[in-house]
């Protein structure tokens, strides 16, 4: 499968934890995206990379959200203490350069 | 700020039937306007659009772009059940993509 790649799927968490999710994505794309989005909504931009520089910070990415992504390839979206709010499908997409973004299936997030 | 506005936002209707979806944006810098389908999970790629006035054709699916009226339209004809999904209309700025909130298409048997 050379398509983008996403995990955990779903994951389940008590309000105040920590949680970290993955994408890898399509190995030629430069470029990285994280989305974050609920029922009902379109995606919401979160952040963006360009190789392993981040770019771009959405204001919806509180201090408690992180992303990294160390050598241009994968990257991590860490949530720390987690709040009801942060329930939501986080979708990560790549392109290479302005081609059109291919996404990943997402992981929902979903705090007890 | 920019936005982009999808109309309607819900619409219902009968298989083999022919539907119009609309979309229109206000966006600095634009670059490109996408479509995309959305059925459980990922979002997958439908249209680029770059040039006004010039339709995209994939099958029952056909797509234009008015850069004058800064909109665009996604047409489905002989609608069928699997057309039943999500669609979102995104604009593309220099290095970030704006989405709309979709149109939520719901076919009948």
């Known amino acids: 499968d050379t398509g983008v790649s996403q995990n955990p799927r779903h994951k389940i968490t008590k309000r105040g934890q920590n949680v970290t999710f993955r994408c890898d994505p399509i190995?030629?794309?430069?470029?990285l995206y994280w989305y974050r989005q609920t029922l009902g909504q379109g995606p919401e931009f979160l952040t963006y990379f360009q190789n392993e520089a981040q770019l771009e910070k959405s204001r919806l990415l509180s201090d408690r959200f992180s992303a990294e992504r160390p050598k241009g390839s994968f990257s991590t979206l860490e949530i720390q203490r987690t709040e009801q709010g942060d329930s939501a499908m986080y979708l990560c997409?790549?392109?290479?350069?302005?081609?059109?973004?291919?996404f990943g299936d997402g992981t929902r997030l979903s705090i007890l | 700020e920019d936005k982009v506005v999808q109309s309607p936002l819900s619409l219902v209707v009968h298989e083999g039937d022919t539907v119009t979806l609309n979309c229109s944006y206000e966006?600095?810098?634009?670059?490109?306007l996408l479509w995309y389908k959305q059925e459980k999970k990922a979002p997958t790629f439908l249209f680029m659009l770059?040039?006004?006035?010039i339709e995209k054709k994939s099958g029952r699916l056909s797509s234009i772009l008015d850069k004058k009226e800064l909109s665009s339209i996604l047409n489905i004809t002989a609608t069928q059940t699997g057309d039943s999904a999500i669609y979102l209309c995104v604009v593309g700025r220099d290095d970030k993509i704006i989405f709309g909130k979709g149109t939520r298409l719901h076919i009948l048997p």
């Open positions: 997409a790549s392109s290479f350069g302005n081609q059109p973004q291919h």
């Open positions: 190995s030629e794309h430069n470029r």
């Open positions: 966006v600095t810098n634009f670059r490109s």
């Open positions: 770059t040039s006004s006035g």
